[in-house]
T-cell receptor, first 111, second 114 residues
């Protein structure tokens, strides 16, 4: 079936280092959303990308949607302890009626 | 606070039993989604309802069923429970139910089957 693959599964960084998580699909996505789930919490919507090649920024977070609309990335510059959590991408394939979540990347940070 | 309410927060039950999880969507949202999250796992989409009608189905077991009522709240029924059904069950709601609409998640119901 249609899947959205996300890597890496885990990332452990020193505070202040950068962090990137990647999502890939074998077929074109109509849009992609990013969510953050803090430990013990629930997923919270961060952003949605719709256009080919789109780049959006939220403070230290940069979100990109690939030109072919098959991949996306989330980059965090100079991580802080508040960035700890699991980041999920969620993509919808053009022909599908449901959004599919990636497996998530768990970010942990050494102070 | 996302505005999505899930009850109960915790549930412990024995194998073979049946439970009902309840979700009240955000005010004005017409669509409800159910997800299962096992320990250290991603979010597995179970089912989506829009304005009382089933909109999309994911990897939902035959032992599981759901419905959305006229007041738009939803219930997820899990029967003949197995140990492997232990997980966090999230409900989410969105305004239109289309794939390009932001979803708001509830706090989840943690189900433990013993």
């Amino acid at each position: 079936g249609q899947q959205v693959m996300q890597i890496p599964q885990y990332q452990h960084v020193q505070e202040g280092e950068d962090f990137t998580t990647y999502c890939n699909s074998s077929t074109t996505l109509s849009n992609i959303q990013w969510y953050k789930q803090r430990p013990g919490g629930h997923p919270v919507f961060l952003i949605q990308l719709v256009k080919s090649g789109e780049v959006k920024k939220q403070k230290r977070l940069t979100f990109q949607f690939g030109e072919a609309k098959k991949n996306s990335s989330l980059h965090i510059t100079a991580t802080q302890t508040t960035d700890v959590g699991t980041y999920f991408c969620a993509g919808a394939h053009s022909s599908a009626s449901k959004i599919i979540f990636g497996s998530g990347t768990r970010l942990s940070i050494r102070p | 606070d996302s505005g999505v309410t899930q009850t109960p927060k915790h549930l412990i039950t024995a194998t073979g039993q049946r439970v009902t999880l309840r979700c009240s969507p955000r005010s004005g949202d017409l669509s409800v989604y159910w997800y299962q999250q096992s320990l250290d796992q991603g979010l597995q989409f179970l089912i989506q309802y829009y304005n009382g009608e089933e909109r999309a189905k994911g990897n939902i077991l035959e032992r599981f069923s759901a419905q959305q009522f006229p007041d738009l709240h939803s219930e997820l029924n899990l029967s003949s429970l197995e140990l492997g059904d232990s997980a966090l069950y999230f409900c989410a709601s969105s305004a239109t139910g289309t794939v390009n609409t932001e979803a708001f998640f509830g706090q989840g119901t943690r189900l433990t089957v013993v």
